[in-house]
């Protein structure tokens, strides 16, 4: 049995730990181009409802997850229009983004599906399972490498959907592509000094608004992921503050992906562990009776911010952070 339970914390954390990844990953790209984004939660939030709304009409994976995709794309869209062309405040931006999907996708919701804001739930075909399906349970992995191989390395790592693996390969992906190509190099430089990239003769915007893209991207795997993978359907405000937990990951990691994918990591462990906590009751000479649910899953959140905030050191943002660039004429 312990096999088992070591086995499954892991595969859980995994599982939890893939949209917070995606989405911190979204938000290390756009600041270090320079651009702050808050609106991580809202940009998720919209693409969970169209991976499931689109999913549940057309019962088809990939026309979710390029409705989700090409969504989170247009809300970067809005965000680079308001704060790269009109140098609009960029936090303002990004809290206006959460609001708007926020009761954009509970309206359109009840106007489409007549169910209080959520979506039919998507078919088992559309929904996303796991490569290798006769190890996503332990009874299988453990005939096929034994109890305690099959239950680690069979059910708690080799038993995930591929936008698990995309997301911790992104980690090395987002890196490389940071520190080894010669537009990496640039968009960091953006972030840092913008009036030397224009003076090298290359655009500020157009870095900027591709930095957005791939923020956009990577939120609307995030977002399609909640409904694919995670849960069956869409209700309103799913994405329950990961949007925001991931930019608190992305922060304490340095604007590192490295760093970023452990402090996303340590709350899927905590959000692991906490889901096997539900039920358990609290010993008789502390009164006794069932710890409350609402305390159990608030503790994730509480113990990853207070870990964080005493184990990591001074993050030093991007030279540029939340400066709109203005050319000198």
């Known amino acids: 049995m312990d096999e088992i339970l070591i086995g499954s914390v892991l595969g859980s954390t995994l599982r939890v730990t893939t949209p917070l990844l995606l989405c911190a990953l979204a938000g290390l790209v756009s600041e270090r181009s320079g651009v702050i984004d808050i609106g991580l939660e809202g940009k998720m939030l919209a693409a969970a ?94 005939d096929a490498l034994g109890p305690w191989l099959g239950a680690i390395i069979g059910h708690g790592l080799l038993s995930h959907n591929i936008l698990v693996y995309l997301a911790f390969a992104g980690v090395a992906g987002v890196w490389f592509f940071l520190q080894r190509t010669k537009p990496g190099l640039r968009l960091r430089a953006v972030g840092e000094n913008p009036a030397m990239v224009d003076a090298a003769g290359v655009s500020v915007p157009k870095l900027r608004y591709a930095a957005l893209m791939i923020n956009g991207l990577l939120c609307g795997l995030a977002g399609s992921y909640l409904v694919l993978a995670q849960n069956a359907s869409f209700s309103p405000n799913m994405t329950a503050g990961r949007g925001f937990i991931a930019l608190a990951a992305m922060i304490f990691g340095k604007w590192k992906p490295l760093p970023t994918m452990f402090a996303c990591l340590l709350f899927g462990f905590l959000d692991a562990v906490a889901i096997r906590l539900q039920g358990v009751s609290l010993p008789a000479g502390l009164g006794g009776g069932e710890v409350p649910v609402q305390l159990i899953q608030a503790l994730p959140y509480l113990l990853t911010v207070i870990l964080l905030a005493g184990f990591i050191g001074q993050a030093l943002a991007p030279k540029a952070l939340g400066r709109p660039y203005v050319k000198e004429r």
């Open 49 to 142: 409802f169209a991976a499931a709304a689109v999913g549940s009409v057309t019962h088809s994976t990939g026309f979710g997850l390029m409705a989700a995709i090409a969504v989170a794309c247009v809300f970067s869209l809005i965000h680079g229009f308001a704060c790269v062309t009109h140098r609009g405040d960029q936090v303002v931006s990004g809290v206006a983004l959460n609001m708007v999907a926020a009761g954009l996708t509970v309206v359109l919701g009840i106007a489409w599906f007549q169910q209080g804001g959520q979506t039919p739930p998507v078919d088992s075909s559309v929904r996303l399972t796991g490569l290798i399906p006769a190890w996503s349970e332990p009874a299988g992995a453990a």
